[in-house]
């Protein structure tokens, strides 16, 4: 998977580089270089142009130099450890589509299609079964990790974790048990104040990669108030952090 | 005029980035995506993916 990312320029300006140069990979705007600066040490500029990350399968981020033998050398050590959806899966044409979106991860938009393919003609029904299978490993893998969130009282990673999987698995027999436990989980008190604190945290984050300087102070005083209400919560740790380095 | 600092070029050896090594990545967070729908690194484990930054001056 390959996503470019551009610093320090308006959504705008980006859409107009893409569209004039045919430039095709999914670009993240990181218009306040925030993005960057999780990862860089320093800007980009005209005499440190080369920056490229690897995120490996495990979810773990190396440098990377960006010169093909040593890029090329990198990628061969990681790709054993990769996996695709599907892999020894035949994909019929017909849900091409609907294999792409779930390999890239947007898998509200897949899932679904996979599940009614299945009632389709021979050919497609047969096809669109085989994929279910592994989709059904995707989802069993999702309830173990719910459970096991839960065995250990991480109610909110839980609630998530359900919530993944009645979201992707929407219109399928994944979905009502996932939202039963969902609702279930959302009745505790410490789910309810991190949920909150969360939205609090997505709504700072906002406001500091918007790249307005007038959202700067906005920002902070959510961050100031999220760690006063929910100091409990995972979310008050991080907008402690994020508060500091806002600074 | 506009200069793109960085053309998708994979030909120019550079010196060694300043990433941390094997730290766990930091999801994406910006402004918004051109090209595609929203991504997410959690979503695409399991996956290998190169990000490339660049920027426009």
């Given amino acids: 998977m390959f996503v470019a990312v551009n610093s320090g320029t308006a ?26 600066r999780a990862y860089m040490k320093t800007e ?27 890029l090329k050398k990198a990628i061969d050590e990681l790709l054993p450890m990769a996996k695709m959806t599907f892999d020894g899966v035949a994909v019929p044409t017909k849900l091409k589509a609907a294999a792409d979106d779930i390999e890239l991860g947007m898998f509200e938009t897949g899932i679904p299609q996979v599940f009614v393919a299945q ?7 047969e096809a669109a079964k085989a994929m279910v299978d592994k989709l059904k490993e995707l989802a069993d893998g999702l309830t173990a990790k719910a459970k096991e969130h839960e065995a250990a009282g991480a109610k909110y990673a839980a609630w998530l974790d359900y919530g993944r999987i009645a979201t992707w698995f929407k219109g399928t027999e994944f979905e009502k048990p996932a939202a039963a436990a969902q609702a279930e989980l959302k009745k505790d008190k410490g789910v ?28 902070s005083g959510v961050l100031a108030s999220l760690q006063k209400k929910y100091p409990a919560t995972e979310a008050a740790k991080e907008a402690s952090r994020l508060a500091d380095s806002a600074k | 005029m506009k ?53 426009e001056t």
Wanted: aromatic share 8%; hydrophobic share 45%.
């Fill in chain 1, 44 to 70: 980009i500029s005209l005499k440190n142009i080369q920056k490229a990350v690897l995120v490996g399968p495990d979810g773990h981020a190396r440098a990377a130099i960006p010169a093909p033998n040593v």
């Fill in chain 1, 192 to 219: 309810q104040d991190e949920i909150a604190a969360q939205q609090m945290l997505a709504q700072a984050k906002a406001l500091l990669s918007s790249g307005k300087k007038a959202d700067k102070p906005t920002a």
């Fill in chain 1, 119 to 125: 009632k389709a003609g021979k050919e497609l029904g």
């Fill in chain 1, 11 to 36: 959504k705008s300006e980006v859409e107009g580089y893409a569209k004039e140069t045919k430039f095709e990979w999914p670009i993240l705007v990181d218009q306040s270089r925030e993005f960057e």
């Fill in chain 2, 3 to 55: 200069r793109i600092v960085l053309a998708f070029t994979l030909l120019i050896a550079a010196a060694a980035p300043a990433a941390p090594q094997d730290q766990v990545a930091t999801e994406f967070n910006g402004a918004g995506w051109v090209n595609s729908p929203a991504l997410s690194l959690e979503r695409l484990r399991g996956k290998i993916v190169l990000m490339y930054f660049y920027e």
